[in-house]
């Protein structure tokens, strides 16, 4: 019994070794496109910019210790299409490789701009660790450096750039910083951190059109003409889908699957990042770009791929570091929920509630420590007092 | 190797760490149930200090990225951290709680 994932990176590395502690016989092929071991991609957008090499959170394996695992790690290898019909995968060094079930985790990869310039070479993005050392290699003391989008990557790169002596821009063309994921109480804070540490924000301002010289390329906003040396696009991920499409796999912003990560092909499966996923508390599949996600939701497909369930119904949460400060999201933002502050010396928390007073969703700044009473909080659904909520005598512990 | 005064042990409360430093050694030290423990202080992972973390069961969690620790074996039980804690042996001296590093 052969099973072959498509994608060396984190999600296909967790899949890869809970499969194997799950199941001690079974032939594992894990596939990766990039020459590196698979790594987390956390760091990239911060302490590998600020000149780390091999960061401690970067957790990346030596290649023997998947060698003791018996995972047969093939880097550099790419899959070029899937033939559902014949169970077998070809790559680009036209290899044809058997396989009996079948783990698609090809993540995602950085949107790029669809404007006029955006092909300059002084144009990045940031997804691998060869993109983030690229980057690195060009950050320096008074470097202009803008960045198209007020995202969490783009934030994290704005506030690395700034720390190294870079003079940063960041364009949005929202209304606020990381308006996607928190409330804008938390957006005002964020916004303020990077102000106050020399950052220019200018939202309501989209990128029309790269015009590139010699010495700068010039930048034409909505609101006039900015001149950089370098310019970052964060605006976003697209799922590498396009193997399973071609395939004819059920895709729609992603690889839709079950909640046990199953496609629409009995023996195909989809890990991490590229999949859509059926959530049953939301009614809908759902695809998340997030650590947690790539993390986790991988014991639901080595589960099911041993004919075991184990669905993936955690709630989400991801977190952001900029300037030594750290903020973590619980739950799914809504702009319906209404946003109640609690701040008890410094360490924050934002309660996302209802009408009938239940926390659905959380912001927490510098206060890790409530994360997992929080998470109780909001899987309980139990109406909660807001006096009881905003008092930072209560311990959240006694509110679970 | 010596040995170091935390608190009184009375003034612990459970699973409320306090904190020494020693040099450049940050250590925490836990009441639980079955008696002191003292661990290095700071994830294994990134730079975050565990005091500041949730503590239940035994275990301590990260502030920042949520790998937990069993307090009384140093063990790292989940990723994003691999790497166990730093452990130190613990006694009562003239009801002071001390560690010894």
């Given at each position: 019994m052969r099973t072959a994932i498509i994608g060396a990176g984190q999600a296909g590395r967790r899949t890869a070794e809970l499969l194997r502690g799950l199941d001690a016989e079974r032939e594992i092929l894990l596939l990766g496109e990039e020459t590196e071991p698979p790594y987390d991609r956390?760091?990239?957008?911060k302490e590998v910019l600020l000149g780390?090499?091999?960061?401690?959170?970067?957790?990346q394996r030596a290649a023997e210790v998947y060698e003791a695992q018996r995972i047969a790690l093939r880097l550099g290898e790419k899959v070029t299409r899937i033939d559902l019909g014949a169970a077998r995968l070809e790559t680009a060094a036209g290899e044809c490789i058997a396989y009996d079930s079948l783990v698609i985790a090809t993540g995602a990869r950085a949107r790029g701009l669809r404007?006029?310039?955006?092909?300059?070479?002084?144009v990045l993005t940031l997804r691998s660790i060869a993109d983030a050392r690229a980057l690195r290699a060009r950050l320096r003391t008074g470097l202009r450096l803008v960045v198209a989008g007020a995202g969490l990557i783009g934030l994290e790169v704005a506030a690395a750039a700034i720390q190294l002596g870079c003079a940063v821009t960041v364009l949005e063309?929202?209304?606020?910083?990381m308006a996607r994921c928190v409330p804008e109480a938390v957006s005002a804070r964020i916004e303020a951190w990077h102000r106050a540490a020399g950052v220019v924000l200018e939202f309501g301002c989209p990128l029309t059109a790269i015009r590139p010289q010699p010495d700068a390329i010039h930048l034409v906003t909505g609101k006039g003409e900015v001149s950089a040396d370098l310019l970052l696009v964060a605006v976003g991920a697209i799922p590498n889908m396009e193997l399973a499409l071609d395939a004819g796999i059920a895709v729609d912003d992603g690889i839709l699957t079950d909640a046990d990560g199953?496609?629409?092909?009995?023996h195909v499966f989809a890990a991490g990042e590229v999949a859509r996923i059926w959530q049953r508390g939301a009614g809908r599949h759902v695809r998340f770009e997030t650590w947690q996600v790539a993390q986790h939701q991988p014991v639901a497909v080595a589960n099911a791929l041993c004919g075991e369930q184990k669905p993936y119904a955690e709630l989400p949460w991801h977190w952001t570091d900029q300037y030594g400060r750290n903020v973590q999201i619980l739950g799914t933002h809504s702009a319906a929920l209404e946003w109640l502050e609690r701040e008890d010396g410094g360490r924050l928390i934002y309660f996302g509630v209802d009408p009938e007073e239940r926390v659905h969703s959380a912001v927490l700044i510098d206060n890790g420590r409530e994360a997992t009473p929080l998470r109780r909080i909001i899987a309980a659904e139990k109406p909660i007092q807001r006096n009881r909520l905003l008092d930072p005598s209560v311990a959240l512990r006694q509110l679970c | 190797m010596a040995w170091h005064d935390v608190a009184p042990e009375g003034e612990f409360e459970m699973d409320v760490p306090k904190v020494v430093q020693v040099g450049e050694d940050r250590v925490a030290v836990f009441r639980l149930a079955d008696g002191f423990y003292a661990i290095s202080d700071v994830c294994t992972h990134e730079y975050a200090l565990l005091s500041d973390g949730f503590c239940e069961e035994g275990k301590i969690e990260c502030p920042l990225h949520q790998a937990c620790f069993d307090i009384r074996s140093g063990k790292a039980l989940d990723e994003p951290a691999e790497v166990d804690l730093a452990i130190y042996p613990t006694r009562i001296d003239g009801g002071v709680v001390q560690f010894q590093l």
């Open positions: 956390p760091p990239l957008s780390e090499e091999r960061p401690r959170g970067l957790m404007i006029p310039g955006a092909d300059d070479p002084r063309m929202g209304e606020r910083a199953r496609t629409s092909h009995p | -």
